[in-house]
């Protein structure tokens, strides 16, 4: 009787150079975009610093606490009568400042809208455009989705999974080099192309679970179109639904009172944004009220609280699904705007350390060992 022998286990060696191939490759594909993103993002991270240094920021006056709030009805007023005819599409409170964020356009239309800050304590106007300086804002752009729209935003989402399994394999074939150089040894003595070997592996290492950090929160980022798209065509349309037989509003409830509600069913939580009837977030006939908890993280977390914009009666409320808690986290993991300045500092420096990286590995497959004679490798002389 013929026994079958099982096949024989994969050398290491070719293993090994299967997944250098593949650290070589994803690396060398992303590479590009990701330096791109990285020089891009390095002023990003300072992004308020930037702008207000270029007066582009608030600069709101110190008050006793606790201050007094503005009525929202009357700041509302207030910013259409500056738009006659148009129609409020978002109110937004600023989380660090006590600033609100009006946001008009005419009606069935988000084009030709115009943005007002008011100061929230006072209900005075502050401000009419955007905040955000010019520069700033191309490079935010540029970062997000390369002045391409959507498929721009999908194709940096691809680049950083590419990024993500680079990194990886970098693991994979580092792991055998360590049997040989110490971790951290840059030799010196050696040629350009070693001590640049050495110098690609340590940042590689020392940079490597921020890497993969920015890297997957930037692809959550990129995401965020489908990812709330997603949202609005799921949870917040279930939300609407029971009232899809009815008409749009006809007269508006107090908005203070929809917040006012809101709070009731978020105890704990404070405004994070109203979207008004008409737009995509709160259908035809409600006020969608979005509270926030208070803390580094949580107030990323949002809760929509559904209010019937003609009778102010509270509608519905639902958490937030996990998949874009998950998104919204990501922004301030990714630029590293939760703790202050030092961690922006540590951001930048990880940053600089990623463009070394990358530049390396470019210069190391240049510097690559060329095939010998008759196609057989040829001497490594570094």
Sequence with gaps: MRVLSSPAPVRPARRLAAWYGVHRWSSLICTLFL??????GLPLIFGHEIDHALGADLDLPAMAEPAPRAPL???????????????VRFLTADDEEPALFVSVSPPGTAAGGALFTYDARTG??????????NLMRLLAKLHTDMFAGLPGSLILAAMGVLFAV???SGVVVYAPILAKVPFGKVRLGRSARIKWLDLHNLLGMLALVWMLLVGLTGVLLALSKPVYGLWQATELAAMTQPWSGQGPARVLASVDQAVALARAEAPG????????????LAGPRHYAVFMRGEGMFV??????VLVDAETGAFAAKRDMPAYVAAL???GPLHYGDFAGLGLKLAWAAFTLATIVVLGSGVYLWLRRPRPGVNGQPGADRD
């Design 35 to 40: 330096l791109m993103l990285c020089l891009t």
């Design 73 to 87: 009805d009357g700041i509302l007023a207030d910013a259409l009568s500056r738009r006659p005819g148009a129609q």
């Design 124 to 133: 005075e106007l502050v401000h009419e455009g955007s905040l955000r300086s």
């Design 166 to 168: 680079s990194i990886v």
């Design 269 to 280: 939580k404070e405004l994070a944004f109203v979207a008004f009837p008409g737009t995509p």
């Design 299 to 304: 107030s990323r977390l949002i809760t929509p």
């Design 328 to 330: 919204r986290i990501s």
